[in-house]
């Protein structure tokens, strides 16, 4: 990375301790690599402070929780590496991505032969979508693979294994656009490859619900505190395909993406095709949440 006009190499917290980019190795027979056997969490950080660390820590440790994951440091602890990480390579606007896998196994399944489970610390800048893509609105189409049933993997789990949401991925860079829309087995929306779906239709904002196979987004959580301290109405629902195409404004909410709004879908335009009013009020309102700025 490049701070303040020096390239820096990387400092990666790795088992307790800081390490060069170069260093930061684990084992080939880590359950994270042979299986995705782990949790994570994407993190910001803006003007010098981490975004709603706690909320993410608390996340991370309900996901490892549900598979029965051990995270060998204490709460309080572990914020502490993630605060040395980010003081070691000058970040001020950047992304964290904190990665506890299930460690170092054998070539069989059970996790229960991983000795203790690993953890990392990655620090840098992070640039998900090109600027002029939030002055103009982005394309999305609707993917063909479905959204893991929650009885397969809970969505609210923030797994290492993503080859699901991946697959998406795949079919929209296939279509030459940077997202596609992923619905459950029952045809409703569930979020987009990597961030929660909201439209707005009639003044009134709507989000899937986490129990349709949506992730529980902290930026979600934000954005739907500020629209309703702009008195919008919010209503987490169920949405269709239909939903998506005869909706006034469509944006997508994420850690890296934060608020960006989507003026295709399918081929069919979104509103005038350019991001519209609620959209735009609520993108400005989470950077200035974000970055201290608020009145």
């Known amino acids: 990375m490049i701070y303040k006009g020096v390239f820096m190499a990387l400092k990666i917290w790795l088992d307790g301790k800081l390490v060069d980019e170069a260093d930061a190795r684990i084992s080939v027979f880590d359950h994270g690599l042979l299986y995705g056997d782990g949790v994570f969490e994407g993190i ?3 003007s010098g402070k981490i975004f709603k660390l706690d909320a993410h820590i608390k996340r991370l440790y309900q996901s490892a929780k ?11 602890k572990l914020v502490n590496a993630i605060e040395k990480t980010v003081e070691a390579n000058g970040v001020i606007d950047g992304y964290i991505r904190l990665v ?10 059970n996790p229960f032969v991983c000795e203790k489970s690993i953890i990392f610390i ?30 397969a993997i809970p969505p609210q789990v923030k797994s290492l294994n993503y080859l699901n949401n991946i697959l998406a991925k795949i079919e929209a860079l296939d279509s030459n ?6 619905y459950n087995h029952e045809g409703y929306v569930a ?4 961030d929660n779906v909201f439209i707005v239709r009639n003044g009134v904002i709507y989000t ?3 129990e349709a196979g949506a992730l529980e987004g902290i930026t979600r959580g934000v954005v739907i505190r500020l629209a309703k ?25 994420g850690t890296a993406a934060e608020v960006i709004g989507v003026v295709e879908i399918d081929g069919r335009v979104i509103g005038d095709g350019t991001p519209g009013t609620v959209t735009k009020l609520l993108r400005k309102r989470f950077f200035e949440y974000a970055h201290g700025r608020e009145k």
């Open 191 to 194: 979020e987009a490859t990597g």
């Open 122 to 151: 990655i620090a840098d800048n992070i640039q998900l979508y090109p600027e002029e893509l939030y002055e103009t609105g982005m394309k999305v189409i609707s993917a063909t693979t479905v959204r893991n049933h929650p009885l």
């Open 44 to 46: 910001r950080v803006y």
């Open 177 to 182: 656009v940077p997202e596609a829309i992923m």
């Open 208 to 210: 899937p619900p986490v």
């Open 229 to 253: 301290e702009e008195n919008l109405e919010v209503v987490e629902k169920n949405l269709t395909r239909f939903d998506l195409y005869i909706c006034d404004e469509f944006f997508l909410t």
């Open 66 to 76: 549900v598979i029965r994951l051990e995270i060998p440091l204490s709460q309080s």
């Open 100 to 109: 506890v896998t299930r460690g170092t196994g054998n070539l069989g399944l």
